[in-house]
């Protein structure tokens, strides 16, 4: 079931005038700033669908920045939200795309600085609900909902094993989860959605793991 | 747990509690919260609500495009006439309804239920009947946990997005929320409650989403002003014990199925029904500035 929640009918709380054109856009961008893990020097977004039609009408663009400067979808700051990112530096890029996707209303957000950079895939599902779909290339199925752990480690037998012993220990209970690689025993990322909080200490311990490349979680 | 109307009935009617109460149950179940918390978040939910009913029908809302705004109190004032052909109740829940969307028009903050679009239909179905039935805090926050089950059975059998499945999807399905709600404050039975539902969301079928210019304002508040009026309709009909010939669950599956091969043109992409007629272009062109040709 993709809807789980009561309150993902009778909610969200937010600003409007979309769910799923706002606050949407909104979760997905604060996804892709949860998981760059700081304000970014420029956020590049690309509109499919619905979202490349529709965008300025429903302040998707509006939206996704807010959520791109860590704004939640009730913050009544989004609506300044374009002029605050210039404010804070943030490079703010927007492109409407024409090419078909699976999901009408998809959102591709590449954040980065001089050190680093991710792309991602978000789609807003109905009544603000959100999946990530593609992170750095990598498939993947995220819905932000859940405190979560995404793991880039090498492709190779024990890895599953290492990290699922680690949370197990800390007595973690695994709600979702998914491996997924672009090349047999290439680099391969895992994504583990959980039900409680993500203790640092336990980060520590599985980014301490001979085979794990780098550990970012999510937080509700 | 409930994966259609047909269980979530079969379940009230089993535990002889309300729809409202399995609702609650599950939520606990499928999150480990407590009941206390999942009742006092509704109740948040609730006064965001009521405050965007209430700044709707006494402030001059205005949206950014100028395209909606101060019809809730235009009704609110026809209302003190006396002179309203529908009834005070039923004028006073679409007033209502159309207070929220046009605050949600306006950036203003609301409650999705089950989206933004669609937002008007069950606060303001509860705020009218909160003066008719003077029911219980409890009882308005059980009204959106009534709401809710019959959206989640449909958000996860169907569709709440207007995109994927047009406005049936969003005001259809809050309407048939609303009608199911009402059924139950109003002391009707849970299958009662899933006639209303059906009977409401037949009656939304078809219903596309063509909004002009590509904003969640015309005919998105109207819209939410007639889903009021038909649940509360709907409702009545049900309480009267009428029933629908094609259960609920089916109608549920028909809109999905409907919105299936409905045209990308009128899902939400402004560029069929409403939103390509002369007049919704010439808005659009001015409102974006925009040159007519260059459309």
Redesign the interface.
């Known amino acids: 079931m993709k809807f789980k929640s009561v309150f993902d009918i009778i909610g969200p709380v937010m600003i409007g005038p979309s769910s799923s054109h706002t606050a949407g856009a909104a979760r997905i961008g604060r996804v892709a700033r949860d998981l760059f893990g700081r304000k970014p020097d420029y956020a590049h977004i690309s509109f499919y669908g619905s979202f490349a039609k529709t965008y300025r009408g429903h302040g998707t663009d509006v939206a996704i920045v807010g959520g791109i400067l860590d704004f939640d979808t009730f913050d009544t700051r989004i609506v300044d939200a374009l002029s605050l990112a210039k404010e804070q530096g943030v490079e703010i890029k927007i492109t409407e795309e024409d090419a078909l996707t699976e999901h009408p209303n998809t959102a591709k957000i590449i954040l980065g600085d001089e050190n680093d950079k991710i792309e991602l895939v978000g789609i807003s599902i109905g009544g603000g609900k959100i999946e990530i779909v593609e992170l750095n290339g990598f498939e993947l199925k995220l819905s932000g909902n859940h405190p979560a752990l995404l793991i880039v480690h090498n492709d190779r037998y024990g890895a599953i094993a290492g990290v699922a012993n680690i949370l197990a220990k800390h007595q973690i209970n695994i709600g979702h989860m998914r491996v997924s690689r672009k090349e047999k025993g290439q680099e391969a990322l895992m994504i583990i959605e959980v039900d409680q909080n993500i203790d640092p200490v336990l980060i520590e311990e599985i980014e301490s793991l001979p085979i794990v490349q780098q550990v970012v979680k999510i937080n509700e | 747990m409930f ?1 259609n109307v047909a269980e979530l009935v079969e379940l009230a009617e089993a535990k002889e509690c309300k729809i409202s109460d399995i ?1 609650i149950e ?2 606990m179940e ?3 919260r407590t009941r206390e918390e ?1 009742l006092s ?2 109740d ?2 609730l006064k ?1 609500m009521e405050e965007a009913v209430e700044r709707g029908i006494t402030e001059d809302v205005k ?1 950014h ?1 100028g395209l909606t705004g101060g019809d809730a109190i235009l009704l609110q004032n026809y209302l003190k006439s006396g002179k309203s052909l529908s009834g005070e109740f039923m004028l006073d829940a679409v007033s209502k309804a159309i207070a929220t969307n046009e ?15 669609s ?1 008007g239909v ?1 606060p303001g179905t509860l705020f009218a009947l909160k003066d008719k039935l003077n029911p219980t805090r409890e009882q308005m926050v059980a009204f ?2 009534a ?3 019959f ?2 059975v449909v ?2 059998n169907a ?6 499945g047009g406005c049936q ?1 969003e005001v259809g399905s809050a309407t048939g ?1 609303a009608a199911a709600a009402i059924v139950e404050l109003a002391g009707g039975t849970p299958s009662q409650s899933a006639e209303a539902m059906a009977i409401a969301l037949k009656n939304m079928l078809g219903l596309v989403c063509d ?1 002009v ?5 015309v005919p998105c508040v109207k819209r939410n002003a007639m889903g009021a009026s038909n649940a509360i309709v709907a409702a009545d009909m049900a309480l009267a014990g009428i029933k629908s010939r094609i259960p609920c669950d089916e109608v549920i599956d028909a809109m999905y199925r409907i919105g299936q091969s409905m045209p ?1 043109a009128l ?5 069929g029904g409403l939103a390509a007629t002369p007049t919704a272009r010439e808005l659009e062109a001015k ?2 500035g925009i040159a007519l040709d260059k459309k």
Do not use: D, Y
């Open positions: 994966r609702m599950q939520e499928f999150t480990g999942i978040q509704m948040r939910n965001v949206s495009s605050v949600n028009a306006a950036m203003g903050t609301i409650c999705a239920t089950p989206t933004a679009g937002a069950v959106l946990f709401s809710g089950a959206g989640f958000a996860n569709s709440i997005s207007g995109a994927a999807a929320m909004p210019a590509g904003l969640v304002e990308t899902k939400e992409t402004a560029q409102i974006f």
